[in-house]
């Protein structure tokens, strides 16, 4: 009797259309989210920019891993990757595509996106719509007063040292991270967030400091009597200049009156990440157009270790050592990594990690373009 109780119990949570429900019916996060949830629209350029094809492949053909040498491309695809892009001195090097995967192949970002937002930001501080990075949170969301947030800053909530109370786990149904990924109350969970601890005390990446960010970007627009969406700005301000060659989204937490899963959820295919990393490459210069202040892009990338920080992670960035590289990076092993000394851009997308430290091999990768 207790398991047919059980059994009954759980039917009527997955069909109730609750978080906890989406969460069992849709069971953990992959690469194919953004087919589930409604999104808007990120169109393709009308004048798509294509990188040069290198006339001969250069890209590695073998890899030393756990001691055994082994081919570059069965390692790839033994280690759950579906696209792998090389691209050095805006050429396109080195290209594969895994598990039916090809060129137009829409893959979901994960946490790329808060790069994405980072970006955004700095845009929005050179349009005037943020004063700047020290402006309290409270400014843009008065409603978090009572929470304490009067003390915190936007770059308190771009360096992860908000001290926000948040559970980063997408694999408890019942922690934060799942609440904000399968939920539809985006607004009303950001209204309740609470603090743990003093701002600019400790590092700590969680995701609800870049959904924190989405809000302060859409309140921001909405002060100043602009109605764009965060992805309406995002086409503006990247993805039409940069010439994207493919349709792709940003999923929003339900169809109508939704905003942006701006810890994650931006939905495009390799070539087209690997502009974003191409963009930061050229200081935030493109086409001889500035898309993102110079100056913002060596504040992302830089180590600061300052009122909290790490000198593994800045504005949104990880830095994935003390030599000027840096990538975004996302849960399932999506990865936009950037070389600045080498001219350099890698992109690699799967289904999982794979479990490889990709950072190590990008790194070894890059002394192939010295």
């Not at 845009?123 to 947030?149: H, M, R, S």
């Not at 400091?209 to 009597?225: M, P, T, V």
């Amino acid at each position: 009797m207790k398991a047919r109780h059980l059994l009954l119990l759980l039917v009527s949570v997955l069909l109730s259309g609750c978080t906890v429900g989406r969460f069992f019916v849709y069971n953990f996060a992959d690469t194919r989210d953004h087919r589930k949830f409604p999104s808007r629209p990120l169109a393709a350029s009308v004048e798509p920019y294509h990188y040069v094809v290198a006339a001969e492949e250069k890209g590695p053909r073998t890899i030393k891993y756990d001691g055994k040498e082994q081919a570059f491309d069965d390692f790839l695809e033994r280690h759950r990757t579906v696209a792998f892009l090389i691209i050095h001195r805006d050429t396109l090097k080195y290209e594969r595509y895994f598990k039916g995967y090809d060129p137009a192949q829409v893959h979901t970002s994960f946490s790329m996106a808060k790069s994405v937002m980072s970006m955004l930001v700095g845009c929005a501080i050179a349009d005037g719509y943020i004063k700047d990075v020290q402006q309290p949170v409270t400014d843009f969301v008065p409603e978090l007063k009572e929470n304490g947030f009067d003390a915190v800053t936007v770059e308190h909530v771009l360096q992860m040292t908000s001290g926000l109370n948040f559970n980063e786990s997408y694999v408890n149904p019942f922690g934060s991270a799942a609440k904000y990924y399968y939920g539809r109350r985006l607004y009303n969970n950001m209204a309740h967030l609470k603090l743990k601890r003093v701002p600019g005390t400790e590092f700590e990446y969680v995701s609800g400091n870049s959904q924190l960010l989405g809000l302060i970007l859409e309140r921001s627009l909405r002060a100043k009597g602009d109605q764009r969406t965060i992805t309406d700005y995002c086409n503006d301000k990247l993805w039409s200049p940069l010439g994207m060659e493919y349709p792709s989204s940003w999923s929003i937490d339900r169809k109508e009156g939704g905003i942006e899963k701006t810890f994650c959820c931006i939905n495009a295919p390799a070539r087209d990440f690997a502009k974003l990393g191409s963009l930061y490459l050229h200081d935030g210069k493109w086409k001889e157009a500035q898309l993102v202040p110079a100056d913002w892009v060596g504040r992302s990338t830089c180590v600061d270790t300052t009122s909290g920080s790490v000198a593994r992670y800045q504005y949104q960035w990880w830095l994935p050592s003390q030599e000027g590289d840096f990538m975004a990076q996302g849960i399932l092993g999506q990865f936009v990594y950037v070389d600045p000394a080498r001219e350099l851009v890698i992109v690699r997308l799967g289904t999982k990690y794979g479990g490889v430290g990709w950072s190590r091999i990008f790194r070894s990768i890059a002394s192939l373009y010295e």
